[in-house]
T-cell receptor, first 113, second 116 residues
Framework: AQSVTQPDIHITVSEGASLELRCNYS??????LFWYVQSPGQGLQLLLK??????LVQGIKGFEAEFKRSQSSFNLRKPSVHWSDAAEYFC???????????FGTGTSLTVIP | DTGVSQDPRHKITKRGQNVTFRCDPI?????LYWYRQTLGQGPEFLTY????????KSRLLSDRFSAERPKGSFSTLEIQRTEQGDSAMYLC??????????????FGEGSRLTVL
């Protein structure tokens, strides 16, 4: 069965510190992988995506993620967190053939001064 | 391209009433999705349209829920006889199967439903 696991429900980091949010997936075919960010009361904004090629992908707002097939992981990273990065982050797996998008339960990020 | 828009943004209703949400996708997108999101959870798939055809419905979509996309453009999600458990954010997303596109979803800002 297809699924996405985000093991960290909540993470707190200091402004300027590095960040890594974990995502593990289970998917029968070659996955398309996504990270979305959601600010309170808002919809989801795409940060980055992986569908083929270089396993290290760059996204908006200075985020990057690395696809590791052997570990079924797609962890999100940022070298230096800004206070404005505080939000909920969702990992998702899917295919471009239609409806099969599965989201994790999210990781809430708090940034302290 | 004005993005995905949803209306209303907030709806408060009494239990037993009917509510309807509207979604206008990005104009050239032929795929449209409805998701439900409750507090502390990720989006849960409700239903999916390819043009005007509703191709899949989740088991979450009980008989009280109905969705339409009559001309393959905007969509409506209606909930009849609302229950307190229907309180959630209802998210609409659109996408396209245009050649070379990787199929990511573009989300609207959601319609928050509170059932009293």
């Amino acid at each position: 069965a297809q699924s996405v696991t985000q093991p960290d429900i909540h993470i707190t980091v200091s402004e300027g510190a590095s960040l890594e949010l974990r995502c593990n997936y289970s998917y029968g075919a070659t996955p398309y992988l996504f990270w979305y960010v959601q600010s309170p009361g808002q919809g989801l904004q795409l940060l980055l995506k992986y569908f083929s090629g270089d396993t290290l992908v760059q996204g908006i707002k200075g985020f990057e993620a690395e696809f590791k097939r052997s570990q079924s992981s797609f962890n999100l990273r940022k070298p230096s967190v800004h206070w404005s990065d505080a939000a909920e982050y969702f990992c998702a797996v899917g295919a471009n053939t239609g409806n099969q998008f599965y989201f994790g339960t999210g990781t809430s990020l708090t940034v302290i001064p | 391209d004005t993005g995905v828009s949803q209306d209303p943004r907030h709806k408060i209703t009494k239990r037993g009433q009917n509510v309807t949400f509207r979604c206008d996708p990005i104009s050239e997108h032929n795929r449209l999705y409805w998701y439900r999101q409750t507090l502390g959870q990720g989006p849960e798939f409700l239903t999916y349209f390819q043009n005007e055809a509703q191709l899949e419905k989740s088991r979450l979509l009980s008989d009280r829920f109905s969705a339409e996309r009559p001309k393959g453009s905007f969509s409506t999600l209606e909930i009849q006889r609302t229950e307190q458990g229907d309180s959630a954010m209802y998210l609409c997303a659109s996408s396209t199967d245009r050649r070379g596109y990787t199929g990511e979803l573009f989300f609207g800002e959601g319609s928050r439903l509170t059932v009293l």
